[in-house]
């Protein structure tokens, strides 16, 4: 299998992060073409171990093909809200050093248009990370009222005209089946009356559309505690987002972790009474000048950073 040779975003800031050590274990619970997990291995020593979770059978044969023979490194296909369900059947639970999250479609899904994420080439309206499991963008749309649709798009992609939307794609698709991205895009595009500057009309749309039938929100919001709970003392949580919608939910988990529930004035319960099991490290790091010259989808990452806490809050 060919290997996808692509810059991974933030990877000289991850791995600072992470604080690699050669005897280390550490989970890459979104492996995709496998560029940061590459080189967490080349930092582990002979003791050190490597654990990567992918959705996407070709990520899972790629990373199988690449890294067979090290025995230091194993993929398991599946969400990554199954990372403590993996970790504890390796008896590694709160042994963890490290737990890197990269989050939203890798590039070799958006390029390759098969895969149907992307407006830019004609292709099947698919959407899903694992073409194998669960309903595609295209059949969603099919069943979809008109109120869903609307609120998908509006909750998911931020989108301020979602109603206009929704009311286009109901009434295009009792015409003809709305089957392709390039007809959703263009149906987007009518439909729109403005557009952002530098941006295709269908942008959010298309967000919101894959953040829905791939249940992204849902599976980080069980997946972030489940990698806490599976850190060492000390170990690192990594958490890379592309859009707003995730790094609120991200800022906001590693928020109450390190300082507890935020509490009404008048509540007769202290902030002490929370397990606090998290201390957030440094401030949130965006890719610099010289990584969005090279790599311009890098241009809305960022990068949040939290530690286990040695002796958590009872």
Not at 13 to 28: H, I, S, T, W
Not at 120 to 127: E, K, S, V, Y
């Amino acid at each position: 299998m060919e290997e996808y040779r692509h810059a991974p975003v933030l990877l000289e800031e991850v791995l600072q992060a992470l604080n690699v050590r050669g005897d280390g274990v550490y989970v890459d619970a979104t492996y995709g073409r496998g560029g940061h997990a590459a080189e967490i291995l080349r930092r582990l020593g002979p003791d050190g171990r490597l654990l990567a979770l992918d959705r996407d059978p070709e990520a899972c044969a790629a990373a199988r093909a690449r890294f067979s023979g090290d025995g230091r490194f194993q993929i398991t296909r599946g969400p990554f809200s199954m990372l403590e369900t993996v970790i504890e059947g390796q008896g590694l639970s709160g042994r963890v050093d490290g737990v890197l999250f990269d989050l939203g479609v890798s590039s070799p899904q958006f390029d390759d248009p098969r895969r149907g994420f992307s407006f830019r080439q004609d292709a099947p309206l698919d959407m899903r990370m694992d073409p194998e499991s669960g309903f595609s963008a295209a059949h969603w749309i099919v069943r979809a009222d008109e109120a869903e649709i609307a609120r998908v798009l509006r909750e998911y992609g931020e989108e301020r005209f979602a109603r206009r939307i929704a009311r286009a794609v109901v009434r295009e698709r009792a015409i003809a089946p709305v089957a392709t991205t390039r007809r959703l895009a263009e149906i987007v595009a009518r439909a729109v009356p403005t557009r952002e500057v530098g941006q295709h009309p269908a942008t959010r749309t298309f967000q919101a559309i894959r953040i829905h039938i791939n249940r992204e929100l849902e599976e980080l919001e069980a997946a972030l505690p489940r990698a806490v709970s599976v850190l060492a003392p000390g170990g690192r949580l990594a958490v890379i987002s592309f859009h707003s919608l995730e790094d609120r939910m991200v800022k906001r988990f590693l928020r109450i972790e390190a300082r507890g529930a935020e509490l009404p004035p008048d509540l007769p319960v202290r902030q002490t009474h929370f397990r606090v099991r998290l201390k957030i490290i440094g401030k949130p790091v965006r890719p610099g000048a010289r990584e969005l010259g090279l790599n311009p989808r890098a241009r809305s990452a960022v990068l949040r950073v939290a530690e286990r806490t040695e002796t958590p809050n009872a």
